[in-house]
C-alpha cells in the first residue's frame, strides 16, 4: 500500500496569511485524487495529489487519501485539529444524503459503499460529500468565474458533459443525487439522435458536445470523405486534434467546432429558461485553446451568438457565458467550499 | 370604477379557527384578478375576484384590488391591521427584485410598471412579487401535491406551458426574474420544429404541449385527412373537444393525447436531469379529466411510462409525476405562501 503522495505532491510554502478555520478538499477521480488544504477564502496553502488504484477498492483508497491529508498537514504545520471539515467529491451515482456511493460507472470496484462513514473513520473529522462535478461548479462558484454571481450553472466538456448547478448560493444537489446532470439533456429527440456512453440515452447534450462525442463525429465525418488536413488520421481523430488542425486554419476543423457550440447552445437555453442562472461557465478539458486562443474565442463568441438566437433577447443580455478560471482544481477547491459551507451552517 | 368585488365574490363563514399570521394572496390574470385571505396554514379564510379590465391600466386595477381587499376583510370580520403581508402575482416579463412589470405580452398596457411600489402604497402593507406561474408552484409546494416534498417542478398546461421550479423549499425566481420558464425548454432543435406563439422561438415545449399548440396540432392532421369524430370540426377543433373524443373513444384523438405526453415527456426528462425535483406535477385547464377521468389516468400514465423510458431507471424509481391538487386557486395561495415565506423571513 502507498500512504506516501507520490511526485504530483506539492506543498506550497508555509503561508502566516491563511485565514481560518481550514479545510481539506478531495476530490477522486477515476486515475488520480486531488487532495488539497484550504483556508477560509479559498487560498490553497498545500496540495498533494495520489493515485486512485480503483481495484483495490474505496477503503483502501480512503486510507491513502488520510494518511496523504495527515503527510499534507504536517508538512506545512499542522494537525488535524486545524482542520474544521472535510469536503469530498467522487463521481455519481450517489446517495448524498446517506454518504453512498452507489454505481459509479468508472470505479467498478466501488459500487454500494459507504465512503462518507469510511473517511470519516480514519480521518476523526466530519466529511460533507458531493458530486465531482457539483464540487467543480461550487469551486468556480465559490473563488472562480462565479465569485460575483449567486448562481451559475458549470458544464465541463471532457470525455462526458458534467454540470453542477447553484441556485442563490445553494448547491442543487437533487432529490435523487442527480442533481445538474444536464449532460443529460435531451437536445435532439429524433430515434436517430446519437447516444450517450454511459446509459445510452439518445439525443443527450453529452452525446454531441463530450471530447469523445466531438471526436466521434470528426472520425464519422472524415471516413465519409471530409476534406481536412486530419482525413489521413480519421480512426484516430480526438477534440484535441481538431483544435490543432483549427488553430492551423483547417475550414472543416473549424466548422466542426461552430457546429458543436451551435449543439452546446441548445443545451443552454434549455438550462437558463429553467434555472435562469445569469452565469454559465464552460470548464472541462475540451476548451479548444480556451480565452488565449484565437480558436477558443471563437468557440466561445459562437456559443454566445448561437444562444442570442434561441433565447430571448432581455435575457440574452442578462447572461454571462464564459470560461471556467480554476482547471483541474476546481473539484477539491469546490469539495471544500462545500465543506466550509456545511460547517458554517452548523454552527 | 368598480370598486365592488363582482359576483364571484365569496366569503367563507368568518373561521374561528384561522392561524395568525393572515395573508392577502393576489393573482392577476389577463381577465380576472383572484384575491385570497389566507392563514398561516393555508387555509383560505376568504376569497373574491374582480375583472382585470386591463385597458384600463395597472394603476386602476391595483386600486380595485385595494378596494377589493378592505371589502374581503371587512366582511370577514378584519382589517388591513390584521395582515402580514401581501403576495402579488402576475405574468411575466418582470423585474422581480425591482418589483417591475416590464412588457407582459397579454397585458399591453401594464408595461414598464412599478406595480409592487403601487400596490403598497395604496394598501400600506409591503408586498412581495411574483411570476405568477411560479406562485402556482409555490402553492402546490406549499398544500397541494407538492406539500410532503422539499422540490418539486409545476407544469401548467393552458394557452402556454407556464411552470415554476422550487428547490430545496427555496422558489427559483432567476437572475433575469426568468426561473422556471420551462414551456421555453428546446425539446426539437430541427430547422422546421413548431414555433411558439411567445417569442416565435422554435421547437420548445409550449409549442408542443399548451393547450393551443394541441389544437394547432390537431388542426392540422384533421386537415390533412385524420380518420376521427372531430373530422368537421378540423377548423375549430380545441384541447377540450380532443378530450371529449377521446372519451368516446375516438382512437386518433388517443393517440394524439399519447402524443403529447411523449412531448411532455421529453421535457420532464430535461428538467428532472437539469435539477432533479423528485416531484413534477402538472397544473393548468388542459388535463384531459385528470385523475378522475380514464383519459386524464392514460394521459398521465404515459407520461410517466415515457419519461422512465427516457430517463435512468433509479431516477425514475425516485421520481414522482402527478396532477395538480390546487385548481385555478394555486395562483393566490402561492402568492399568500410566497408572502408568508419572506414574513417569517424578515423576522
Redesign the interface.
Known sequence: MTSQPNDHSVAIQPNENAKSPLFLGVDVGGTGIKIGLVDNVGTTLGFVSIPTEEPKGPDDAMRRVAAACDTLLTSLGYTRTDVARVGLGTPG?QNIAKGLL?EPPNHPHWHHFPIVQSLEEKLGLKVSFANDANAAAFGEFWIGTGER???MVLLTLGTGVGSG?I??D?L???????????G???????PTARRCVW?G?RGHLEAYASASAVAARAKEELLAGASSILAPEAQTVTAKRLYEAASQGDAWSLGLIDETADYLA?GI???????????VVLGGAMNFGGAKSPVGQRFLQRIRDSFRK???E??AD??TIDFASLGGDAGYLGAAGIARTEYQKSL
Open positions: 451515482s452507489i454571481f449567486h448562481s448547478i441556485i442563490d445553494h442543487v444537489v437533487g432529490h435523487n443525487s442527480f442533481g445538474g446532470e444536464c443529460h439533456i435531451i437536445i435532439d429527440p429524433s446509459g440515452g441548445i437555453t434549455t438550462i437558463v429558461h429553467t434555472v435562469d442562472p445569469g452565469l434561441l433565447s430571448f432581455y435575457v442578462g447572461t
